[in-house]
């Protein structure tokens, strides 16, 4: 009998102790694990981590820990329970030694640096492989042209050199090379991917249509706290900027639409426009919560970061990706991913007002068929076990 393969896999689950946080990184070591995976869970990424009661950053990662340590139980996951390492500001370490983590880093097959969550010490590098995931395509690649023309700040220039230490890159930019995709290119060769969807976590979950909340909601931040990417002298932005455009939305739409915002948004006026507000934290402060506010949807509704847009770089919402799993349908901006994933039922995508209105309406003749046809469009393209076995052939091969 051959050994399982090893496999590592970094996250912000703890840093950033949020539901859809949490779903986004952890259901990398899960899906793993139920391809008979040896899977470590390691996060070291050097930073203070988030309070999200207090709303600022702390230095001791204690609570941080402890709610890493009861969610993990919470999965009901046997072994997943123990197989978790974490490292606070302070240097600080909870969950296997580092001993422990540096043996296993050691053997590995893999190493999976999703989203540069990782401070890449020596030691994670003694793996087989060192991956790279990117889930924030054109933010990662924008250094790229003044890299390669040497006019590259020193911060800049050693986050590539990082980069170039991995042996293959991962981005979630599915359309990147394509003739309109607008990413930089060069010192790089990026294969694309997309979120692994445990799916079976996320049936459990499902609330039947005729039970669920006539309203479309969504769980987002109004502006990311970095900068928007500057490319070859265009400046790109993040959510708000998008936002702007469908203001009025919420006036034309048939059904109400909810929204959960962090980071400031412009609440008086999102009101005046019909927006229904309700607190980011109230809906996301666990991943449990967070999984019940969204199977209660009639459906989301969100825009996209102005970068993805402007790319036409094919990105998809990893909370999206958690909807069409609980059978909710998605009404979601356009950012080119039409072009791998089946849009028209169970999925819409839009560019302008009239059509995120339009989308709505056809949701509303037919919920249970659009309930459906999300259900399988998960199935098909968001499966963890699809998704991470071809992400493992790739980089292994």
Same mark, same amino acid.
């Given at each position: 009998?051959?050994?399982?393969?090893?496999?590592?896999?970094?996250?912000?689950?703890?840093?950033?102790?949020?539901?859809?946080?949490?779903?986004?990184?952890?259901?990398?070591?899960? +899906?793993?694990?139920?391809?008979?995976?040896?899977?470590?869970?390691?996060?070291?990424?050097?930073?203070?981590?988030?309070?999200?009661?207090?709303?600022?950053?702390?230095?001791? +990662?204690?609570?941080?820990?402890?709610?890493?340590?009861?969610?993990?139980?919470?999965?009901?996951?046997?072994?997943?329970?123990?197989?978790?390492?974490?490292?606070?500001?302070?240097?600080?370490?909870?969950?296997?030694?580092?001993?422990?983590?540096? +043996?296993?880093?050691?053997?590995?097959?893999?190493?999976?640096?999703?989203?540069?969550?990782?401070?890449?010490?020596? @030691?994670?590098?003694?793996?087989?492989?060192?991956?790279?995931?990117?889930?924030?395509?054109?933010?990662?690649?924008?250094?790229?042209?003044?890299?390669?023309? !040497?006019?590259?700040?020193?911060?800049?220039?050693?986050?590539?050199?990082?980069?170039?230490?991995?042996?293959?890159?991962?981005?979630?930019? @599915?359309?990147?090379?394509?003739?309109?995709?607008?990413?930089?290119?060069?010192? #790089?060769?990026?294969?694309?991917?997309?979120?692994?969807?445990?799916?079976?976590?996320?049936?459990?979950?499902?609330?039947?249509?005729?039970?669920?909340?006539?309203?479309?909601?969504?769980?987002?931040?109004? @502006?990311?706290?970095?900068?928007?990417?500057?490319?070859? !002298?265009?400046?790109?932005?993040?959510?708000?900027?998008?936002?702007?455009?469908?203001?009025?939305?919420?006036?034309?739409?048939?059904?109400?639409?909810?929204?959960?915002?962090?980071?400031?948004?412009?609440?008086?006026?999102?009101?005046?426009?019909? =927006?229904?507000?309700?607190?980011?934290?109230?809906?996301?402060?666990?991943? =449990?919560?967070?999984?019940?506010?969204?199977?209660?949807?009639?459906? @989301?509704?969100?825009?996209?970061?102005?970068?993805?847009?402007?790319?036409?770089?094919?990105?998809?919402?990893?909370?999206?990706?958690?909807?069409?799993?609980?059978?909710?349908?998605?009404?979601?901006?356009?950012?080119?991913?039409?072009?791998?994933?089946?849009?028209?039922?169970?999925?819409?995508? #839009?560019?302008?007002?009239?059509?995120?209105?339009?989308?709505?309406?056809?949701?509303?003749?037919?919920?249970?068929?659009?309930?459906?046809?999300?259900?399988?469009?998960?199935?098909?393209? #968001?499966?963890?076990?699809?998704?991470?076995?071809?992400?493992?052939?790739?980089?292994?091969?």
């Amino acid at each position: 009998m051959t050994n399982p393969l090893r496999i590592a896999v970094t996250g912000l689950a703890a840093t950033y102790p949020l539901g859809g946080v949490f779903w986004d990184y952890i259901q990398y070591p899960l +899906g793993l694990r139920r391809l008979g995976v040896d899977v470590l869970y390691i996060e070291d990424t050097g930073k203070w981590c988030y309070d999200p009661v207090a709303a600022t950053f702390v230095e001791d +990662g204690t609570r941080n820990a402890a709610y890493l340590a009861e969610q993990m139980a919470m999965l009901g996951e046997g072994d997943m329970v123990d197989r978790w390492f974490f490292r606070d500001a302070t240097e600080k370490t909870y969950g296997l030694r580092w001993d422990q983590v540096v +043996g296993f880093c050691s053997t590995a097959d893999l190493f999976l640096n999703i989203s540069a969550s990782c401070w890449m010490r020596d @030691e994670y590098y003694r793996a087989h492989r060192v991956a790279f995931i990117d889930s924030d395509p054109m933010y990662t690649q924008a250094s790229v042209p003044d890299y390669l023309s !040497g006019s590259i700040d020193d911060a800049a220039r050693a986050r590539v050199d990082m980069l170039k230490e991995h042996d293959v890159f991962f981005t979630f930019a @599915e359309n990147i090379g394509m003739r309109d995709c607008r990413i930089p290119l060069g010192l #790089f060769d990026w294969i694309p991917t997309r979120q692994p969807i445990v799916l079976d976590y996320f049936r459990e979950a499902t609330v039947p249509v005729a039970d669920r909340r006539r309203v479309l909601t969504t769980v987002a931040s109004w @502006e990311p706290t970095e900068d928007g990417p500057k490319i070859e !002298g265009v400046a790109y932005r993040g959510k708000s900027a998008e936002f702007e455009r469908f203001i009025s939305l919420a006036s034309q739409s048939v059904l109400p639409l909810e929204i959960a915002l962090s980071g400031r948004p412009p609440s008086d006026r999102l009101r005046a426009h019909n =927006w229904k507000l309700v607190d980011p934290l109230a809906v996301s402060q666990d991943p =449990w919560i967070y999984r019940d506010y969204l199977a209660h949807s009639f459906a @989301e509704w969100s825009v996209a970061k102005n970068a993805y847009v402007a790319s036409c770089s094919g990105w998809f919402s990893c909370r999206t990706a958690c909807y069409l799993a609980l059978g909710v349908p998605a009404v979601v901006q356009d950012t080119g991913f039409g072009k791998v994933i089946p849009t028209g039922d169970g999925l819409f995508a #839009f560019k302008t007002v009239e059509e995120a209105a339009d989308a709505i309406e056809k949701l509303l003749c037919d919920p249970y068929k659009h309930a459906r046809s999300a259900r399988e469009l998960a199935s098909e393209f #968001f499966d963890s076990g699809r998704v991470l076995t071809q992400l493992i052939n790739k980089a292994l091969g």
